[in-house]
């Protein structure tokens, strides 16, 4: 328990960071204008190449990039992917149930966005400035652990449970991008909002005496839930089906903050 408190704490402060970020971003935009016209570049740098700081706070063993290529002076094509994995410590609200010893556990993720550079907002052509953008990405995770159950003789029994999560998502995003000297930019999305499509599928390899299949694998869903904000409060009433799915659309959220060098 008290490893689970300090995960969870360790996951909240990195919230607060990164929502103390986006705000310091989004306050500073107001003077960005006047730190982008320090610097007009002598040569046209139309390629970056980012590194995704969020991710490295959000997942386990993260390591995402990005692609933009600046196309006219007003937009950007941008494209990320990238290797990612969920936290591993998960708490079941299933009596005389654990689920640990992950055997296995792995994770990526792919999209793509296009900007529009706000012309009448920025003083400088792409990739300078305020810029909306659709999107569009998706998420994939995968995960192999032992779950373990004590029936009502007392008898411990253990089987292999098999996970695979998929995220679906496409909306609009609000972001500025700072340029730092001749080559260096952050990339800082403010607000994202998506319809997205959430599936989780869990199965339990073998039977165990005295439980329920499908309640264990819905309490190991729900127990996923509760490592994305407000998921547990906004997916459907359905629950899971026979094959061990639930799947539902739901309101998601992107948001991240990128570090890039030009070229």
Known sequence: MKQRNNKKGIVCDARYAILLIVFVVAAFCANAQTTDSLYKPAKDFR?????????????????MVGYERVIGKHHGLNIFAGYQELPVNINLNLANTVLRGTKKKS??????????YLSKENKYDAPHGLYLAPFVNFYSFISNR????TDSTGTLGSTN??????????????GYQFVLGKRWVIDAILCGPAFTHYNFHTKLENPLPGLDENEAAQAVIDALKEKFPLLNDLSSDKGINKSGTEAFWSVGFRYNVSIGFRF
């Open 47 to 63: 390629n970056t190449i980012k590194l995704n700081v969020t991710s490295r706070i959000l997942y386990d063993n993260a390591f």
């Open 107 to 116: 994770g990526y993720s792919f999209g793509v966005d296009y900007k529009f």
């Open 146 to 149: 032992t779950l373990t159950h």
């Open 161 to 174: 449970v098999n996970t695979k999560i998929n995220f679906l998502n496409a909306g609009g995003e609000l």
